[in-house]
């Protein structure tokens, strides 16, 4: 099912949660809404399930209204994080709570009910745990189980609050891979919040990034990692060099000086240069050049990687970066270094 | 194990015994100077077997009917915000805060013929006060802030998600009030109904006031063990007061057995 979110805004009291938000999901693909707390991903996720409602704005799914349905009424799945499972009721029950709930005309018969509970905890891999309750089970196991009993009102759309957020690391990453998989096996539309970028960028088809109630872009991980469009995406996924530089006379000046890179139409003013660690090259500093200049403050890291912290400007306008430089050449504290972004991003700051 | 066993457990039992067992002991070493024909005879007698079933009977429809009205009171301070109530939430515990004799006097005068309350009832036909209806009356009075007092925390600490995750699933209110709410908090609700219950069949200061007190009609229990010493018949007294205390026990019991049954399969996590 395609979902569309457009123009929604939601406000708590003076806290701007959403700020017209425009959002369209594809048929079947796995989604992704990422950003740091507080950046509005819940509240997006909430107003699509049903349990909260945008102030302005609308969400259409299959081009058809939702917001006039009550969250019973969407065919949403929705997993909580703390998994709100029913704690009286075993894992059976659980599952099958969603199948009882049907209107009478359409509630599947007890052993109709049965074949399809066990058929969803087969999916789980968790059937011989049917008649065990929530309490008896690890976080990974009432992961799997709340995931199940979202599934048996078989959804158009699957929702997952910050799904493995109160995981350990190692069962993090085996339910990553899992719900990968039973995505594929499934495949149905789906859209997970966290707040991991590793998580999102291994298991997501699109990736939304957000903050503070907006969104900041939309794309696949490899689009998002290689070519962020906004600071803050560069900043927020994966490692970052930043350097505030100033954009003059078609050229882009550190510290006063020219370091060698071309603005590509950018108008004057002040700009930040954003460069991946492994796309800036260091190299012994020659005179003349105009490039970066800087001095190996620190050398640290043993095997395979040499890390190199380096100073750049002067007294007045210094800054550290850490940068990975190769293990072919010797390095020493206090050498003069030219450090060259070959692949960067510009944007001029906003005023 | 944690130092200081021997020390607390010494004082607990000390105490304990000093507060509780020492006393109920002499209760049946009282009552044991009668012989069975007498003990039985004395409880069986028309006016104990009344005060009996006026004293548990009525003290069961107070404790029910606290329930019911207990869980919207409760429902209604934690669900729902508005002015008043935490003036509201105060005056739960005034029948907690009030001297039970307090209570009768002010009950008594209100559900009187000649009281606001009584006044409008009597050309009804309807009579409070003097009746086992005020004993009734008193007792919902001094068991109401039980089953709030007990519920309360219980339905605070209710995931709004579990709600959350019953209606995306489909379930309608109803549903999800009957399958989901009411369960997480039937322990609470039987603790609550335990204790108003307890308390009603004990309470003697507020009741006796409004009661109106004639043998056979509206004469309670724990009045009736009152007259008895007053008459010097300690062993009757006793007697009575042993029948008492082992219906009281049973009937804990038998709501301890059932808040088990219930727990056990709502044990922690979530």
């Known amino acids: 099912m395609r979902i569309s979110v457009i123009d929604a805004s939601k406000r708590f009291g003076d806290f701007t949660a959403l700020d017209r938000v425009n959002l369209d999901v594809r048929s079947g693909e796995l989604l992704a809404l990422l950003g740091p707390s507080g950046s509005g991903k819940t509240t997006l996720l909430r107003i699509v399930a049903g349990l909260d409602w945008p102030d302005d704005g609308q969400v259409q799914f299959d081009g058809e209204d939702a917001l006039s349905r009550p969250a019973g009424k969407r065919r949403v799945g929705f997993v909580f994080q703390h998994y709100a499972l029913f704690r009286h009721m075993t894992v059976f029950e659980n599952v099958a709570f969603g199948l009882r709930a049907k209107p009478r005309a359409e509630r599947p018969g007890e052993t109709e009910i049965r074949r399809r509970v066990d058929k969803l905890l087969d999916l789980v891999q968790l059937r011989w745990l049917a008649e065990r309750y929530p309490a008896q089970l690890s976080g990974g196991q009432r992961q799997r189980i709340a995931l199940a009993r979202a599934l048996a009102i078989e959804p158009k759309v699957l929702l997952l609050d910050e799904p493995f957020g109160s995981l350990d690391a190692k069962v993090r990453k085996g339910l990553r891979r899992w719900l990968r998989n039973l995505h594929r096996e499934i495949h149905v539309t789906s859209i997970f919040v966290t707040h991991d970028q590793e998580e999102a960028l291994e298991v997501a088809d699109r990736i939304v990034v957000m903050d503070k109630g907006h969104i900041e872009q939309i794309g696949t991980p490899q689009q998002v990692y290689s070519n962020p469009q906004t600071p803050f995406v560069h900043e927020f996924i994966g490692e970052s060099v930043v350097l505030p530089v100033f954009v003059q006379d078609n050229q882009v000046r550190f510290d006063g000086r020219p370091i060698g890179i071309v603005p590509k139409g950018m108008a004057d003013g002040a700009a930040t240069l954003f460069a991946r660690p492994f796309d800036v090259t260091i190299l012994p500093a020659r005179a003349g050049d105009a490039d970066l200049k800087g001095v190996v403050k620190r050398i640290h890291g043993i095997g395979p990687a040499r890390r190199l912290e380096i100073e750049i400007g002067n007294e007045q306008a210094s800054r550290t970066i850490e940068i990975d430089a190769s293990r072919s050449r010797q390095w020493h504290v206090g050498q003069a270094v030219s450090v060259r972004p070959e692949q960067y991003h510009l944007f001029p700051d906003r005023l | ?270």
Not at chain 2, 130 to 146: D, E, H, N, S
Request: some cysteine; charged content about 10%.
């Open chain 2, 1 to 270: 194990m944690l130092p200081g066993f021997g020390l607390t457990l010494g004082t607990t039992l000390l105490w304990l015994s000093l507060i509780v067992l020492i006393p109920l002991g002499a209760l049946f070493v009282k009552s044991a100077a009668l012989s069975a024909d007498q003990f039985i005879a004395i409880v069986t007698s028309r006016r104990a077997l009344h005060a009996f079933a006026l004293s548990f009977g009525l003290s069961l429809a107070a404790a029910c009917v606290n329930l019911v009205f207990g869980a919207i009171v409760v429902w209604a301070l934690v669900r729902y915000r508005f002015p008043g109530r935490r003036l509201l939430d105060a005056i739960v515990d005034v029948p907690f805060a009030l001297p039970t004799a307090v209570a009768g006097i002010a009950l008594t005068a209100l559900y009187a013929p000649s009281g606001w309350i009584g006044g409008l009832l009597a050309p009804l036909g309807i009579h409070v006060a003097f009746t086992p209806l005020g004993i009734f009356v008193a007792l919902v009075f001094i068991g109401l802030p039980f089953v709030v007092r007990t519920v309360q925390p219980a339905l605070e600490d209710l995931d709004a998600e579990l709600e959350e995750a019953a209606a995306s699933l489909g379930a309608g209110r109803c549903m999800t009030v009957r399958r989901v709410v009411l369960p997480t908090v039937v322990p609470a609700l039987l603790t609550g109904f335990t204790l108003a219950f307890a308390r009603a069949v004990g309470e003697y200061g507020s009741v006796v006031f409004i009661a109106g007190n004639l043998p056979n009609v509206s004469e309670i229990a724990p009045l009736l063990i009152v007259i008895r010493l007053q008459e010097f018949r300690y062993a009757d007294a006793s007697a009575i007061a042993v029948v008492m205390l082992m219906a009281s026990l049973l009937f804990l019991f038998l709501i301890n057995g059932l808040q088990r049954w219930t727990a056990l399969h709502t044990e922690s996590g979530r």
